[in-house]
């Protein structure tokens, strides 16, 4: 069943200044022709008021519309004739071209092509003179002029869809860009953030839960020293966290993060804070004479041995803690082990944001990482924390 939707208001325009325009010819008597068969003049107003309906359908209908507009202009040439039912009638061939479906824009030319070249070749048979020619050129105007117009334009407007669509998926994957960016972003102050205050507040947590528990004046006096430090030191690596976000410039970025020159540090405030827990903490450089490694190589390899210190002292049992520094061909290996198990006294309590922080700076870099417990050769059972960082430039996959 055919449905036609409503005719668009240009379609109507055209119809109705097509059908007025046809209607003023007719009443002054300017017709197209001389005598034919059907010489009344008001049959020339049938072909006319057929083809201002066609116009109707210009666009929802286009091809429906030119198959009853072919039979209605050779209906016009049995009459007087009426120039806008020729005009209206190249619009419908135009409108057929330019709204109708590909396969119909590509045929229509090609057969109006043909109409053409039969008629100016019939025609040349049967009158036999070179006047024959311009009927052919009048069907050429007629219909293979508007076809060719309508191919032009209708490549023109799929040409500026294309383009329009192509710009729209541009905005769109900038977008995504843009979003991936933030997300980025956003993980690796979460990262920074946890790397650089979780050290400190596990300290303060374990220190004052011991100062509660023991009711020792020198044991709560050293504590609080212990609480006091970690909490001046918690205060200044915030306030530089929150001076590179207010100022996104280079200045003092890379001169600010911590590298593997200050490990010793590290490792001394780690064997400070973890001593009331029975944790000695040492640091063992097996790589010779110390170079200086890719900015963010360093960062990573210290982030990696503070968060596995804060574990430690949050989880370890009483022993040692070992921090290894080793090069190989062009991989850095870091390693923090420590004792497996429980112990007592005060513990601070874990997310694993820590392992999960480890983990994503050790993908950005394109190395490897493995955490968790495993036997010793003395048969004690503990925790071993070791990273593979490849210390090549150019390895950062952000």
């Known amino acids: 069943m055919l449905t036609v939707s409503r005719p668009h208001r240009h379609d109507v325009l055209i119809a109705a200044v097509g059908l007025l325009g046809g209607l003023v010819l007719w009443l002054i008597g300017l017709h197209m022709q001389g005598p ?7 049959a020339a107003l049938v072909p006319l008021a057929v083809m201002a309906g066609l116009e109707l359908l210009r666009r929802s209908a286009p091809l429906t519309a030119l198959l009853i507009a072919v039979p209605a202009l050779v209906a016009d040439q049995f009459t007087v004739g009426n120039l806008a039912t020729v005009l209206m009638f190249t619009d419908v061939v135009y409108a057929a071209v330019v709204y109708g479906s590909p396969a119909a824009a590509r045929r229509i030319p090609v057969a109006s092509l043909l109409v053409t070249v039969g008629v100016t070749i019939g025609f040349l048979a049967w009158f036999r003179t070179a006047e024959a020619l311009l009927i052919g050129v009048a069907a050429g105007l007629v219909s293979f002029a508007p076809a060719i117009t309508g191919v032009s334009v209708r490549n023109h407007r799929d040409a500026a869809e294309t383009a329009r669509l192509r710009a729209d ?4 994957l900038a977008e995504m860009d843009r979003a991936q960016a933030v997300t980025a972003e956003r993980a690796r102050m979460a990262r920074e953030l946890h790397d650089m205050v979780a050290n400190h507040l596990s300290a303060i947590a374990i220190h004052s839960t011991a100062a509660l528990s023991i009711d020792d004046p020198g044991t709560s006096r050293e504590a609080l020293g212990v609480i006091r430090e970690n909490s001046v030191e918690g205060l200044a690596e915030m306030r530089r966290l ?7 410039g280079t200045e003092g970025g890379p001169s600010a993060a911590p590298t593997l020159a200050s490990l010793d540090v590290l490792v001394e405030q780690a064997r400070t804070n973890g001593a009331t827990s029975g944790l000695t903490c040492a640091l063992e450089d097996l790589r010779g004479k110390p170079e200086r490694l890719p900015a963010p190589v360093e960062l990573a390899a210290y982030r990696i041995v503070q968060e596995s210190l804060t574990n430690a002292l949050k989880h370890a049992s009483p022993g040692p803690v070992t921090v290894r520094l080793a090069r190989g061909d062009d991989v850095l290996s870091v390693e923090v082990t420590s004792e497996s198990g429980s112990r007592p006294g005060p513990r601070a309590p874990g997310s694993g944001a820590g392992l999960v922080g480890m983990r994503e700076r050790v993908a950005l870099l394109g190395g490897s990482i493995s955490a968790g417990a495993e036997p010793a050769a003395d048969g004690r059972r503990i925790w071993r924390v070791r990273a593979e960082l490849p210390v090549r430039e150019g390895t950062m996959r952000e």
Do not use: N, V
């Open 242 to 248: 929150i001076g590179l976000l207010r100022h996104s």
């Open 169 to 172: 998926q541009t905005a769109l």
């Open 36 to 42: 034919r068969p059907l010489d009344a003049p008001w």
